[in-house]
């Protein structure tokens, strides 16, 4: 069975910092693309980043040098590195694995507001 879940959502202020964790299991962790998306209320599910089996990584342009995505393949864990946080980045985060993607977690809320 997999599951992915995650952790670290919360509230936090403009201009704060928070650390998203996703722990996967039922699937080989190191074969997997793996990814961050977002759904705010009205809007449609975006994706944010995503890294690949090999490490690189894609980070939508509204977060570019502002999130940052890694992987701990040891620990079958994804994170994501969120810096400088807006009000607009609120929103459900979700993680997944594989192409298109493939498994979705359920879901950590992040909420930036003063």
């Known amino acids: 069975q997999v599951q992915l879940v995650e952790s670290g959502g919360g509230l936090a202020q403009p201009g704060g910092s928070l650390r998203l964790s996703c722990a996967a299991s039922g699937i080989f962790f190191s074969a997997y693309r793996m990814g961050w998306y977002r759904q705010a209320p009205g809007k449609q599910r975006e994706l944010v980043a995503r890294?690949?089996?090999?490490?690189?990584?894609n980070h939508a342009d509204s977060v570019k040098g502002r999130f940052s995505i890694s992987r701990d393949n040891a620990k079958n864990t994804v994170y994501l590195q969120m810096n400088s946080l807006k009000p607009e980045d609120t929103a459900v985060y979700y993680c997944?694995?594989?192409?298109?993607?493939?498994?979705w977690g359920q879901g950590t809320q992040v909420t930036v507001s003063s």
């Open positions: 890294i690949e089996t090999d490490g690189s990584t």
């Open positions: 997944s694995a594989g192409i298109s993607p493939r498994f």
